[in-house]
C-alpha cells in the first residue's frame, strides 16, 4: 500500500512539473534520431536521419518551432528538409500533437528533386528531469507532389530540452 501511494505521489509530482514546462515563454531545443521507419517509400529502401529543431510557447501548451533535417537514404536520393511548424500539449500529460510544413531536396548525383510536404506528427515528451525529456513520435510526411511516391510514415525519438 505504501508503495501505491508513493508512486502516486510521484506521479503527481512529475506531472505537475511537466505542466510548468509548457507554459508561456519557455524555449525549447529538440535533436532527434529519425526516418526510423515503420514503412518505406519504394525509392529509399533502408533510411537513417537526423533531425535539430526548436522554438517557443507562444501561449500555455502551445509551441512554436523551426526544424531542420537530414537523411541518409540505402537507395534513391538522400534528403535534406527544412520547415516549421507548431505543437499543442495536452494537459499536463506530456502527449503532444504537431503540424508541420517542410520544403525537401532530394539528390543522389544523378537527379534532384524539390518537395514540399505537410506533416502531422504525434509523440509523448517523458521528463526525465524538470528540463530534459525523451520524445518517441510518429509522423507521417505527406508529399504535395506525387504523394504516393514520396509520402513516408516514420518514428523518431529525440531529447528535448525546456529553458
Known amino acids: ?9 510521484v506521479l503527481l509530482v512529475a506531472g505537475l512539473q511537466a505542466h510548468a514546462q509548457f507554459e508561456k515563454e519557455t524555449w525549447y531545443l529538440n535533436t532527434s534520431l529519425t526516418g526510423l521507419d515503420l514503412s518505406h ?8 536521419g537526423i533531425a535539430l529543431g526548436g522554438g517557443a510557447f507562444v501561449a500555455d501548451n502551445v509551441a512554436v518551432l523551426l526544424q531542420f533535417r537530414g537523411h541518409y537514404l540505402e537507395k534513391g536520393a538522400d534528403e ?6 507548431a505543437r499543442y500539449y495536452f494537459s499536463n500529460c506530456g502527449i503532444y500533437g504537431g503540424l ?16 514540399t510536404c505537410i506533416t502531422p506528427e504525434v509523440g509523448y515528451a517523458f521528463f526525465l528531469n524538470g ?30 530540452f525546456y529553458f
Open 131 to 160: 528540463t530534459i525529456t525523451v520524445e518517441p513520435a510518429v509522423y507521417y510526411d505527406i508529399s504535395l507532389d506525387h504523394c504516393a511516391d514520396y509520402s513516408k510514415l516514420g518514428f523518431k525519438i529525440g531529447l528535448g
Open 80 to 85: 535534406t528538409s527544412f520547415g516549421a511548424g
Open 41 to 48: 517509400s519504394k525509392y529509399e529502401g533502408t533510411s537513417f
Open 100 to 115: 508541420g510544413m517542410f520544403y525537401k531536396h532530394l539528390s543522389n548525383g544523378e537527379w534532384k528533386k524539390n518537395l
Open 1 to 9: 500500500m505504501w508503495r501505491k501511494i508513493m508512486m502516486l505521489a
